[in-house]
């Protein structure tokens, strides 16, 4: 069973995706308030490794967990003092959970710090950053949603790692 439920309202999420342990699944439980039911019972952990593909960047890398028409998911692993470029996307927008580790970063002209469990939406045509100033690994799972899930709607305003 697959199950995505996204929204820019009070559901921050909720994704049951076969595949994705339950550990990583459950990351985002501690922080249901009193007015929302968290449940991870019904997350199953099944090995995807043949359907998985990971991508190596300068930053760390990300790997594809699933995807179809419309969105894609993945994991993001971004190494320790490292970032992504500063970016827009003109198709899509996106969703990230912080799995592992704390994130900064720049949505629009703000600058915010998020911690295992905290969650963020970007906007499409959003101006972001993922960035990584800490001693450990930072791991997030990112959904993207939008007309077109190409990894060339991709808009660098600055790039470390001089890519255009």
Known sequence: MNLKVLSTGLIISAIMLSG????AACKTKQNCGKKYTCSCEKVKKVDMSEK???FERPWGSYTVIDEGEGYLVKTITVKPNQKLSVQRHNHRGEHWIVLEGTAKIIKGDKELTLKTGEAIDI???EIHSLQNPYKNNLKILE???GDLIDENDIERLSDIYGRK
């Open 20 to 23: 994705l342990s339950s550990d």
């Open 52 to 54: 998985q593909t990971t």
């Open 123 to 125: 906007a499409v045509k």
């Open 143 to 145: 959904v993207q949603k």
